[in-house]
C-alpha cells in the first residue's frame, strides 16, 4: 500500500528554467512533509519540510507548496542548475517516514 | 560534523548465506532507523531504534532479518539466510530524538544476492 506516490519518474528541465516535482499522498493524518535529494551511489540528503500547518516554505532556490485539500505537493526548484540533476524523494510523516517512489530530474545545460 | 558511517558499501553473496551490515550514526543521535530500498522504489523502514530500544520492526522479516543496538550508538543488521529478493540497498540513517527531526541518511551497503 503505496501511501505516498510519485508519478513522474523522471523529468528533463532546461538549465535556468522552473523545475516542479510533484507528489502525491493518501493520508489525511501526515503532520510533516519533506524532500530529499540523492546523487548516485550516495545516501539521500534532506532538502526542505513544510509542516501541514503551512501552505508553503522557501529556502533559497527551493520552495514547497502543500495542498491539504487535494493531498498534494510540490517542490519547485527556480532556476534549475546542471547540479540539481539528482533523484528527488517525497516522504510524509506520522509514526515513521513514508516514501515515495523518486523522480529522477536531469537538468539540461 | 561527521556524518553517519555505513560499512560495507557493497556485498555480493549468494542465496543462504548470511550477512551484516554495520551503521555508525551521527554523534549524540538518539534515533536510529534501517531502511530497505529496492531499486526503483523509495525507501522503506525495516527497524527503528530509539537509543538501544526497538521503537518499530513492523515491517522487519523477522525470520531472516535481525537487528541490535546495544550500546545505543552503533547498530548492525544481519540477514540470514538471505534470499535472492533482499537484494537492494540498505540505508542506515539517524536524527537527533524524535521520528519527525529531520533524519540524516548514511551512503547505503549495496546488497546483490546471487
Known amino acids: 500500500d503505496q501511501q505516498v506516490k510519485q508519478n513522474s519518474p523522471s523529468l528533463s528541465v532546461q538549465e535556468g528554467r522552473i523545475s516542479i516535482l510533484n507528489c502525491d499522498y493518501t493520508?489525511?493524518?501526515?503532520?510533516?512533509f519533506l524532500w530529499y535529494k540523492k546523487y548516485p551511489a550516495e545516501g539521500p540528503t534532506f532538502l526542505i519540510s513544510i509542516s501541514s500547518i503551512k501552505d508553503k516554505n522557501e529556502d533559497g532556490r527551493f520552495t514547497v507548496f502543500l495542498n491539504k485539500s487535494a493531498k498534494h505537493l510540490s517542490l519547485h526548484i527556480v532556476p534549475s542548475q546542471p547540479g540539481d540533476s539528482a533523484v528527488y524523494f517525497c516522504a510524509a510523516s506520522l509514526d515513521q517516514f513514508y516514501f515515495g517512489t523518486g523522480t529522477s530530474l536531469t537538468v539540461i545545460p | 560534523e561527521a556524518g553517519v558511517a555505513q560499512s560495507p558499501r557493497y556485498k555480493i553473496i549468494e542465496k543462504r548465506q548470511s550477512v551484516a551490515f554495520w551503521c555508525n550514526p551521527i554523534s549524540g543521535h538518539a534515533t536510529l532507523y534501517w531502511y530497505q530500498q529496492i531499486l526503483g522504489q523509495g525507501p522503506k523502514l525495516l527497524i527503528q531504534f530509539q537509543n538501544n530500544g526497538v521503537v518499530d520492526d513492523s515491517q522487519l522479516p523477522k525470520d531472516r532479518f535481525s537487528a541490535e543496538r546495544l550500546k545505543g550508538v552503533d547498530s548492525t543488521l544481519k540477514i540470514q539466510p538471505a534470499k535472492l529478493e533482499d537484494s537492494a540497498v540498505y540505508l542506515c540513517?539517524?536524527?537527533?530524538?524524535?521520528?519527525?527531526?529531520?533524519?540524516?541518511f548514511g551512503p547505503g551497503t549495496r546488497l546483490t544476492v546471487l
Open positions: 540513517a539517524s536524527s537527533l530524538v524524535s521520528d519527525t527531526d529531520t533524519q540524516y
Open positions: 493520508n489525511s493524518m501526515f503532520d510533516y
